[in-house]
């Protein structure tokens, strides 16, 4: 008997989930993704049975989820989840670099100066997403880099003396 069948006689996706029907099976019968998620299906089998990026996060299936199951992160970004939800979700920061997310939008997610860094992204860059001379110098950054961003000498005097500062005390 299908599933299909099944689900026509009245049974819950549960007791189809518990029938060892397939995931596949499961959305041939005409469920949901959210439906098979509470019959106890996993991320990885609902991708396989062919559920989409966006009936998966339709459904309540984090970035994170989605790219530990093992989905490129292109295929996310291009199914609309955002930068800052796949860089908290765990998204490699270079690849997110690379496909077009700004600094700006990478601090919004909590990545630190140094991870922007690290990711190739310059000082101005990280300037106009709001870091300040103190985070920049911490992230590794020299004076020199961000006199040439265009800090002033002042604020690289207050910023790096307050940085400074901090650092040192216990």
Same mark, same amino acid.
């Given at each position: 008997?299908? /599933?299909?069948?099944?689900?026509?006689?009245?049974?819950?996706?549960?007791? !189809?989930?518990?029938?060892? =029907?397939? $995931?596949?099976?499961?959305?041939? *019968?005409?469920?949901?993704? $959210? %439906?098979?998620?509470? $019959?106890?299906?996993?991320?990885?089998?609902? !991708?396989?049975?062919?559920?989409?990026?966006?009936?998966?996060?339709?459904?309540?299936?984090?970035?994170?989820?989605? !790219?530990?199951?093992?989905? @490129? !992160?292109?295929?996310?970004? %291009? /199914?609309?989840?955002?930068?800052?939800?796949?860089?908290?979700?765990?998204?490699?920061?270079? #690849?997110?670099?690379?496909?077009?997310?700004? /600094?700006?939008?990478?601090?919004?997610?909590?990545?630190? /100066?140094? &991870?922007?860094?690290?990711?190739?992204?310059?000082?101005? &860059?990280?300037?106009?997403?709001? =870091?300040? *001379?103190?985070?920049?110098?911490?992230?590794?950054?020299?004076?020199? &880099? #961000?006199?040439?961003?265009?800090?002033? $000498?002042?604020?690289?005097? %207050?910023?790096?003396?307050?940085?400074?500062?901090?650092?040192?005390? @216990?």
């Amino acid at each position: 008997v299908s /599933a299909k069948k099944m689900r026509e006689f009245g049974c819950s996706g549960k007791s !189809i989930r518990m029938g060892g =029907y397939t $995931a596949g099976e499961f959305k041939d *019968a005409g469920f949901t993704a $959210a %439906n098979a998620l509470c $019959a106890g299906y996993q991320t990885k089998e609902l !991708i396989t049975a062919g559920f989409s990026v966006s009936e998966l996060v339709n459904a309540g299936v984090s970035a994170r989820e989605l !790219i530990k199951a093992g989905l @490129p !992160i292109e295929k996310l970004k %291009n /199914a609309g989840l955002g930068c800052t939800a796949l860089a908290r979700g765990g998204a490699d920061i270079s #690849l997110l670099k690379d496909m077009g997310c700004s /600094a700006k939008e990478l601090r919004a997610a909590g990545i630190s /100066a140094a &991870e922007l860094k690290k990711a190739g992204f310059s000082t101005k &860059e990280l300037q106009a997403a709001g =870091y300040s *001379a103190a985070e920049m110098v911490q992230a590794g950054y020299s004076v020199a &880099e #961000l006199k040439a961003a265009g800090f002033t $000498a002042r604020e690289l005097m %207050n910023k790096v003396t307050q940085f400074s500062y901090i650092v040192t005390q @216990p």
